[in-house]
């Protein structure tokens, strides 16, 4: 089994900045690729970065210029470095990690990050 747990999480007034982490432990022999997802109120859970274990990076385009997506492999950590918050960045905040190809398989239980307009 593996667990997922994120910290970060916070209150923060437009253009602020937050850092996200999510440490995956557990039954994990290597990662294939670890990321954040978002939840906002009414919305479906929506892409915002993924990192795989060779460091390719991918963002979603609403988050591009802002966040920063990083990994520390040995720590299986990933973090999220958020820049220039916007009140449309309010969401709960999952951690994402595949062990494998196709799906991610474990999930964290979110972290809220609220942006004051």
């Known amino acids: 089994q593996v667990q997922v747990v994120e910290s970060g999480g916070g209150l923060v007034q437009a253009g602020g900045s937050l850092r996200l982490s999510c440490a995956a432990s557990g039954s994990i022999f290597s990662i294939n690729s670890m990321g954040w997802y978002r939840q906002g109120s009414g919305k479906q859970r929506e892409l915002v970065a993924t990192?795989?274990?060779?460091?390719?990076?991918n963002y979603a385009d609403s988050v591009k210029g802002r966040f920063t997506i990083s990994r520390d492999s040995a720590k299986n950590t990933v973090y999220l470095q958020m820049y220039s918050l916007k009140p449309e960045d309010t969401a709960v905040y999952y951690c994402a990690v595949r062990l494998g190809i196709g799906s991610y398989d474990y999930w964290g239980q979110g972290t809220q990050v609220t942006v004051s307009s």
């Open positions: 990192i795989t274990s060779g460091g390719r990076t």
